[in-house]
């Protein structure tokens, strides 16, 4: 469980956990309330610490969840 204060926090966390050495591409749908400063900062910190995987990012516009993420 991680407890942050922001969704770009909790998103990096989640990131973290999920990828492995066989990870190729994290996927990141952007919902409605998500901020583009958060957003940017999960590119980041995904550029920084994962600089092998590629990252692709879309407009997702889900309601309630800023980002859902998926890793392949």
Do not use: C, N
């Amino acid at each position: 469980t991680i407890a942050t204060d922001s969704a770009s926090a909790a998103a990096e966390h989640l990131v973290d956990a999920l990828l492995d050495d066989d990870s190729e591409i994290v996927t990141v749908l952007v919902g409605s309330d998500a901020k583009a400063t958060d957003t940017q900062r999960l590119r980041e910190h995904l550029a920084l610490k994962h600089p092998g995987v590629e990252l692709e990012v879309h407009d997702g516009g889900q309601p309630l969840y800023p980002y859902l993420i998926g890793v392949e």
